[in-house]
């Protein structure tokens, strides 16, 4: 009997279940004693025998060998034959007889312990082996005709005696087993009478609990609950006008009279939890990793100001937003944060994003306000800002990132693109804003990194066509509209072409060729780069194929194809790649890649392309003299060609002495480091002639040819091997 919340007294469903319960628990340990000491003397039985069966039946073996070692046509037989003959072949055949003797006597001794009575057998056996040892052969005598017979000579140790150590040893083997066997069948009937014993009682207590459970369950549970069941649907149904009246006095009687104050309070609580869920839609506004706020304030700051007199907390102290107060919007994606992602784990990316953040924030000025939108995506509204203060925050946020950024111990370099976009009071909707900025973002990451772009309405155009292109680019591999062209590389020295750059091209059925500058971007963006990236290796080292194979005067013709940072850094790409590159018809393919590979991560850069470089490709930077282009990557990585961009070259003729140095220098230090120099975007004869005076080994461009189809490439290749054959070369080369 307990006490219940209403003060009244019963006996519970508690205490009727912990009484089933001590009853089950002394059940089960009950059947669990006897089983545990079924399982127990079983297993002593079945070890008792599996030790005997392997000690006998190693000892079986040994006493079988023995038999047949000592035994008539053995040992004593080739004893007596050397005794006679003094044959060196017996002599050998005794010895050996006798080792293996030796041997059974060991392994039988130690297959386990050994009684008195096989001991005193064993010592028999191994003093007889030393009287069976042949004494060395003496120089043959004549055997007087009258001497004994061979086979009457008496030896000099106990036949008798070994026969009788083996059937001692043969006895004791069967008396052990029958020792075994009594022994076993005596803890089997033990067994037997506990588990008869046991188990009877066992099944009488497990009787007796079902018959309790059965009559609990239904008396004390199972017809309450229906009763509660019924009243639940009247709550679940919102049916809350009559009470539910339970006189009971247990735990379930006690359910029943909470379940009717829940009907009481369910309308209220109902309501109150609306209340909540809706203060909640607005209070979800700040974004969890960077503690800003997030695109749903952004869009609630850029409506709200549009209403006179709104203050969002913007505006100075005192001051109210105004419909036609000027409004700036700056959008800023992190440059290469996909890659530092990829590379180096989602955990690093979310706490720089949090850093970038916390850096961000603290170059803000009055009026300024940071959000994060979503992945790399920050936006900086400025109330009241107009042009001028969008780019002089734009200059403040992108000198804030200029020094690289500390995580995990690592400083990891980043920068960003920010586009802009400026309301004169006059925009539409806020979200147009918005997505003017993302405009101008577009067109500054399409001009490389750290770049900011104003909104253009032309740019819009832009947008479309982006769009388009990545649509469509999704089918262009499998409509054949991608396609390969290569253009040459020639010896500066003798003019002879040494191998072709390939390069991507896309002929779109309704637009024409379209430029690898719109759509290589797209492929960046949308993941498609791995597509295009893994047609091109293929394609390319098909058609080298076939260019050798018809142009065999022309030697050995390399072909150059360009690895983006994004392929690179997917570890199952790479792995497909070099799997590609370490088959035969791979061979003389180049690998290209840009600096940009090394900015975040220069150590696991490395890694990579060294794994490429064990497979025996060579590596060349390009487009060397732009963007992160630093001295020490050419000693650091492993390099074999550096490719001058064609904006370092252009015009070289021309260009000031400065200049003209630099462009040795580089060219020295590449070959004094051991690269081999290629030189981009040559279009004259002069610049031509200066490159081959600095000693640049290699040139392409517009002054030797376009990019081309592979047919004409062929061409090319032939011409261009008999022009060089014969020296016919034109002047200029």
């Not at 010592?123 to 055997?143: D, H, S, Y």
């Not at 191998?499 to 492929?523: D, N, Y």
Request: hydrophobic residues 45%.
């Amino acid at each position: 009997m307990v006490p219940l919340r209403n003060g009244r007294r019963g006996s519970t469903i508690a205490g009727l279940t912990a009484v089933l319960a001590v009853a089950l628990v002394l059940t089960i340990v009950a059947t669990l004693g006897i089983g545990v000491r079924l399982m127990l003397g079983i297993e002593d039985v079945s070890a008792r025998w599996e030790q005997y069966d392997l000690e006998a039946a190693t000892k079986a073996d040994a006493l079988s060998e023995l038999r047949g070692l000592i035994g008539t046509g053995s040992v004593i037989d080739y004893f007596h034959q050397y005794q006679r003959q003094k044959d060196p072949e017996q002599r050998r055949l005794v010895e050996e007889k006798l080792r293996l003797i030796g041997a059974n006597i060991d392994a039988y001794r130690n297959s386990g312990d050994a009684s008195a009575d096989e001991e005193q057998a064993l010592g028999t056996l191994e003093a007889a082996l030393p009287k069976l040892a042949p004494a060395p052969a003496a120089p043959a005598k004549p055997i007087p005709a009258k001497s004994a017979s061979p086979k009457n000579a008496k030896p000099d140790f106990d036949v008798a005696a070994l026969s009788a150590s083996l059937g001692a040893l043969n006895m004791e083997l069967s008396e052990s087993r029958a020792r075994l066997t009594e022994s076993n069948r005596d803890g089997l009937m033990r067994l037997r009478w506990f588990m008869a014993a046991g188990g009877g009682g066992s099944a009488v207590m497990m009787v007796a609990l079902a018959v309790l459970v059965v009559w609990t369950a239904r008396h004390r549970v199972t017809r309450p609950l229906k009763r509660l069941v019924e009243d639940s649907r009247r709550l679940e149904a919102l049916k809350l006008d009559r009470a539910f009246d339970w006189p009971g006095r247990d735990e379930l009687g006690e359910l029943g009279r909470t379940l009717d104050g829940a009907r009481r309070s369910l309308g209220t609580l109902l309501r109150e939890n609306e209340d909540k869920a809706r203060k909640l839609v607005e209070q979800l506004t700040h974004d969890d990793l960077t503690g800003l706020p997030n695109r749903a304030l952004v869009i609630q700051w850029l409506r709200e100001r549009r209403r006179p007199g709104f203050e969002p907390g913007l505006e100075k102290d005192g001051e109210t937003g105004s419909e036609n107060a000027p409004l700036a919007l700056l959008f800023l994606n992190l440059d290469g944060f996909k890659m530092i992602n990829d590379s180096l784990g989602h955990g690093v990316g979310d706490r720089l994003l949090a850093a970038v953040g916390e850096r961000l924030q603290r170059h803000l000025e009055e009026g300024e306000r940071l959000a994060r939108l979503g992945g790399d995506e920050f936006v900086v509204v400025i109330d009241k800002g107009g042009v001028a203060e969008a780019r002089a925050c734009a200059a403040r946020l992108e000198h804030a990132l200029a020094e690289a950024v500390p995580v995990d111990g690592m400083e990891l370099a980043v920068s960003a693109g920010i586009g802009i976009a400026v309301d004169d009071g006059h925009t539409g909707q806020a979200e147009e804003l918005l997505r003017d900025a993302d405009i101008a973002l577009y067109r500054a990451k399409a001009a490389g990194r750290a770049r900011t772009e104003m909104f253009d309405v032309k740019h819009r155009d832009t947008i479309v066509l982006r769009h388009r292109l990545k649509t469509d680019l999704d089918r262009a591999i499998e409509r054949d509209e991608i396609f390969v062209v290569y253009q040459p590389i020639i010896r500066l020295g003798s003019g002879a072409v040494t191998g072709f750059e390939a390069l991507i091209r896309w002929r779109h059925p309704e637009l024409g060729l379209v430029s690898p500058v719109e759509f290589i971007p797209v492929a960046e963006e949308f993941g498609k780069i791995l597509d295009l990236g893994r047609f091109v290796l293929k394609q390319a080292a098909s058609d080298m194929a076939v260019l050798r194979a018809a142009v065999p005067e022309a030697g050995r013709i390399s072909v150059n194809v360009n690895f983006s940072p994004r392929q690179m850094w997917d570890e199952g790409h790479v792995i497909e790649m070099t799997g590609l590159l370490a088959q035969p018809d791979f061979a003389d393919i180049k690998i290209e890649v840009t600096e940009s590979l090394a900015v975040t991560n220069p150590e696991a850069a490395r890694k990579i392309l060294l794994r490429f470089r064990e497979l025996g490709v060579k590596l060349c930077i390009d487009d060397f003299g732009t963007g992160y282009s630093s001295l020490s990557h050419l000693a650091r990585f492993p390099f074999d060609v550096l490719k001058l961009d064609k904006s370092f070259i252009a015009d070289l003729a021309e260009l000031g002495a400065d200049q003209i140095r630099l462009v040795r220098a580089v060219v020295t230090l590449a070959h004094d480091l051991g690269l081999e120099v290629v030189a981009e975007g040559i279009e004259t004869a002069a610049e031509h002639d200066c490159l081959r005076q600095f000693g640049c080994d290699y040139g392409q461009g517009y002054l030797f040819a376009k990019p081309l189809p592979a047919e004409e490439a062929r061409l090319f290749l032939r011409s261009h091997a008999q022009a060089v054959a014969s020296a016919d070369l034109p002047s200029l080369v």
